[in-house]
């Protein structure tokens, strides 16, 4: 199948009419440019390799991607019928090589977003992600060399040179139907990742999952999956997708949310408060507040743990929603969740600080939006806020979290209130306060109470009371204990 070769020309012309307009320094305007260099890098590869009788092809997502009328900034060739030897000295002669993996016959340029690799074969000899046997053979055959992909989607190639498009699986076909299937469902299982990969791309481009691949994957054990494959998947899914809850809706049906996510699969059916949740049930209200969730992305400070926030929010549910007088209730989840909040985070990673935000976050997840119902003190605002990691973060989760609600009594938005209170925190927070120098000047000497009286200070910090006043209370506290 062949398709109009790519036109490089457009984009520069974009290129310099925007540097004529002077704004070079927009983020989007550089990444383009960076693209546009790797691009050109790989034109010019493909040029020299042809000088020796081979070819090159754009492979993999960057061609997926473009088929779908979306950018992507990774770009993957593959040289096709030339030595080993030969594309090394091609690679020296344009710029400064890095060999990613030598056995896999994959390079890069160094300053360039360009992998290059040759084609090859792959034959699982274990379970393990390294466990393959591995053919590098540049004769092969584009069939053959494309067999090897996960998704029909991800097996087209396109002449660099040419811009001819090889389509062995029907990806373009699939495309176009929005459909994910695999290449091969002999090979599929043998890396577990494929699993997560379908679902997680299925989130991000709102695709379904093939009848035949949905079976495949149900048979797949993910057991042997590294923490750090399975959160880098979770990771995209969070991340990139508009509506992310499709992850885990997708999960389910292929019924891997057992392995590596089963708190998230204990939120099925754990009943709530209709008058409060008419939406559904645990699970429903969580896949509502992560898709809520997605759209505050870019005003966080800590996306993904903010994500990761939304996802977790309400694990305490798992362990103490219980029916009384007809009534249903989870009092106290926030807390009691939190054991199971860690436990699933560190499943998925060592990153202390992201464990830690995420705890934090979902410990405080339900005051916000108690106190703009209560209408409560400024007091008690302020040490919510202090206590969080990320105030603006908890003001945006207790919003999704509202948002995730379809209730009988009417919802109204506490982000007003939120922030009106988080502007008073943060004017307070900006005032002279009592420090230890403080109190070491006004006579005291540093002892067993001295954590104790700090502690008493920042109390009267947060009450608003000034620096001179603060210090006359924490002296007369001293002389009273």
């Given amino acids: 199948m062949r398709q109009t070769p790519w036109k490089l020309c457009g984009m520069q012309r974009k290129y310099f009419s925007n540097c004529r307009a002077g704004i070079q320094s927009d983020i989007n305007l550089l990444k383009e440019v960076f693209l546009i260099e790797a691009v050109e890098k790989a034109v010019e590869i493909a040029r020299l390799v042809a000088q020796y009788g081979g070819k090159t092809y754009f492979v993999g997502g960057f061609v997926r991607d473009k088929l779908r009328g979306v950018e992507n900034k990774d770009i993957d060739i593959e040289v096709h019928g030339i030595l080993s030897k030969n594309l090394e000295s091609i690679l020296d002669s344009v710029g400064d090589r890095v060999e990613i993996g030598k056995s896999f016959g994959v ?12 084609p090859r074969s792959e034959k699982a000899i274990g379970q393990k992600h390294r466990d393959f046997c591995i053919d590098i053979d540049p004769f092969i055959g584009t069939e053959k060399a494309a067999l090897r992909r996960d998704f029909t989607m991800n097996a087209i190639m396109q002449d660099v040179l040419t811009g001819e498009i090889t389509d062995h699986f029907g990806g373009m076909r699939d495309i176009k139907d929005s459909v994910i299937r695999c290449v091969s469902e002999e090979s599929f299982s043998e ?21 035949a691949t949905v079976e495949l994957c149900r048979r797949v054990d993910l057991s042997t999956l590294s923490q750090e494959r399975v959160m880098e998947e979770l990771k995209k899914a969070l991340l990139k997708s508009d509506n992310p809850s499709l992850f885990f809706k997708n999960l389910r049906i292929l019924r891997q949310l057992t392995v590596w996510f089963p708190e998230v699969e204990k939120l099925i059916d754990i009943k709530q408060n209709p008058i409060y949740h008419a939406e559904g049930d645990v699970w429903e209200h969580t896949m509502m507040v992560l898709d809520a969730a997605a759209k505050f992305r870019d005003r966080v ?17 798992i362990v103490c929603t219980k029916v009384e007088n007809g009534k249903i209730h989870s009092r106290n989840h926030e807390v009691l969740g ?15 600080e992201l464990i830690s935000y995420v705890l934090n976050m979902a410990k405080l997840h339900m005051k916000p939006n108690i106190m703009a119902r209560d209408n409560s003190s400024v007091r008690a605002t302020n040490r919510m806020f202090d206590e969080a ?8 989760l207790a919003v999704c979290d509202g948002l995730g609600k379809i209730s009988e009594i009417p919802y109204s938005s506490a982000e007003k209130f939120l922030l009106e209170r988080l502007m008073i925190y943060k004017e307070y927070m900006s005032r ?10 006004a006579g005291i000497t540093p002892g067993e109470d001295f954590k104790d009286l700090l502690e008493y200070a920042h109390k009267l910090r947060l009450s608003g009371i000034e620096k001179e006043d603060a210090l006359r209370q924490v002296l007369s506290y001293k002389r009273k204990n």
């Fill in 389 to 396: 990691r990320e105030p603006e973060d908890l003001i945006c």
């Fill in 301 to 317: 400070k800590n996306p993904l743990g903010f994500m990761l926030s939304a996802l977790v929010h309400d694990f305490g549910k």
């Fill in 432 to 441: 002279d306060y009592v420090t230890g120098k403080d109190l070491i000047c």
């Fill in 338 to 352: 939190l054991p199971l909040v860690e436990k699933f985070l560190k499943r998925l990673t060592k990153e202390k």
């Fill in 107 to 118: 390079y890069n340029l160094k300053g360039f977003s360009l992998d290059i690799a040759m």
């Fill in 191 to 211: 890396d577990p990742l494929r699993v997560l990969r379908a679902a997680q791309f299925a989130a991000r481009f709102g695709f379904s999952i093939e009848k």
